[in-house]
């Protein structure tokens, strides 16, 4: 089955710090998603990124699919940025079933 | 208004009570999904479904039945509960790209 691998497992930024959070996989996908999850919570979709490159505010996602990598960059981090960020993915197999890795949990301290 | 809903959000069962999680989706997706989250094994998928009347096991369906009556709706159900059993469990609706969470149900077996 698929092998999803993030780094890393955890991470303390200073406010104002930039974050790269990584996510590998092993074989083939058809689909990417990273979330976010505040302690306690559910999680919330932070982009639906399959291949290329793309942005939401601070956020920058880029998926590149021969090197079998997708990343989450944060910039000028802030406090309200900590918590975990998972990456999840669908493998090109038509079974619709979605493999998570375990997350980065993020700290922002100020 | 929240797309994926979840009944109990919070449950305390005893061992070898029968415990059911119901979950409610607006998304009109065909595929649901049940996880268990626990630290350091992340999300673990336990049943899932494709449509109304279908159910699929997922990566540890050991201790759980899931029942999908209707397209909106998608049960876990866990006949016998056990103490190993507590954590927290998520629904999620999704298509073949994205998936939506729900809000989360937290059990503990006693």
């Known amino acids: 089955g698929q092998q999803v691998q993030q780094s890393p497992a955890s991470l303390v930024l200073q406010e104002g710090e930039n974050a790269e959070l990584q996510c590998n996989f092993s074989?083939?996908?058809?689909?990417m998603q990273w979330f976010y999850q505040r302690p306690g919570g559910s999680l919330v979709s932070l982009f639906y990124n399959p291949s290329g490159t793309k942005h939401s505010g601070r956020l920058t996602s880029t998926t590149v699919i021969k090197e079998r990598r997708s990343s989450l960059h944060i910039s000028s981090s802030q406090t309200t940025d900590s918590g975990t960020y998972l990456c999840?993915?669908?493998?090109?197999?038509?079974?619709?079933?979605?493999?998570f890795g375990k997350g980065t949990s993020l700290t922002v301290i100020p | 208004e929240a797309a994926v809903t979840q009944s109990p959000r919070n449950k305390v069962a005893v061992t070898g009570g029968k415990v059911t999680l119901s979950c409610n989706q607006t998304n009109n997706h065909n595929n649901m999904y049940w996880y268990r989250q626990d630290t350091g094994h992340g999300l673990r998928l336990i049943h899932y479904?494709?449509?109304?009347?279908?159910?699929e096991k997922g990566d540890i369906p050991d201790g759980y039945k899931a029942s999908r009556p209707s397209q909106e709706n998608f049960s876990l159900i866990l006949e016998l509960a056990t103490p190993s059993q507590t954590s927290v469990y998520f629904c999620a609706s999704g298509d073949e790209y994205e998936q939506y969470f729900g809000p989360g149900t937290r059990l503990t077996v006693l």
């Open positions: 999840a993915l669908e493998e090109n197999t038509g079974y619709q079933n979605f493999y």
């Open positions: 479904s494709y449509g109304a009347g279908s159910t």
């Open positions: 074989t083939s996908l058809n689909s």
